[in-house]
């Protein structure tokens, strides 16, 4: 690889980093099983530089690459991988001072996110990113008209597991 494009795979893991850690933690909750994906992801961001051919921006790019990786490492993984979804939600304090506490909102969010299927972990995540519908779109292969129904849909069922904190 040459020096250029060496350089530039050390600005785009800069610069992408935490999006690329929140897909495969989307993906995997488990820590352990996400930071093997994220080295992956890396791996494979290295071995495909050279093949982008600017037909999208490269944080589109990188998510398709965090995404299919984090797909084929779940597959593979299947068998290991906890359901955090069975798992019983933290208890909730539904007391005024717990309503405010946004390291605890965070905590319920990242649990409730963690319980939903597969695809819309990753539309969350995505959406959190701040990408757009057609962004998002782009990296899922869904329609853009496919991810807002599934965000409009997903809203609710977000709100209703972190009020109840279920």
């Known amino acids: 690889m040459s020096a250029a494009n060496e350089k530039l795979f050390y ?4 610069k992408y980093k935490a999006s690329i850690w929140r897909v495969c933690h989307a993906y ?3 820590r352990s099983f996400a930071e093997d994906v994220y080295q992956d992801v890396l791996m494979e961001l290295w071995k495909n530089l050279g093949k982008f051919r600017g037909e999208s921006g490269w944080h589109t ?7 299919n990786t984090a797909i084929s490492h779940g597959r593979r993984e299947k068998r290991r ?3 955090f979804r069975e798992q019983p939600a933290e208890t909730a ?3 005024a001072t717990d309503t405010h506490d946004t390291e605890q909102l965070h905590r319920r969010l990242h649990t409730c996110i963690a319980r939903l299927p597969e695809q819309d972990r990753l ?9 757009s519908y057609a962004e998002i779109a782009d990296v899922t292969g869904l329609s853009v008209s496919n991810v807002g129904v ?9 709100h209703a597991c972190i009020t109840s904190g279920n």
């Open 11 to 14: 600005e785009l893991v800069d």
């Open 28 to 30: 995997l909750p488990d």
């Open 61 to 67: 790019y990188i998510y398709r690459i965090a995404v």
């Open 81 to 83: 991988v906890v359901d």
């Open 93 to 95: 304090d539904t007391s």
């Open 123 to 131: 539309v969350v995540s995505l959406l959190l990113e701040d990408l």
């Open 150 to 158: 599934r965000i409009n849909r997903i809203k609710p069922k977000l």
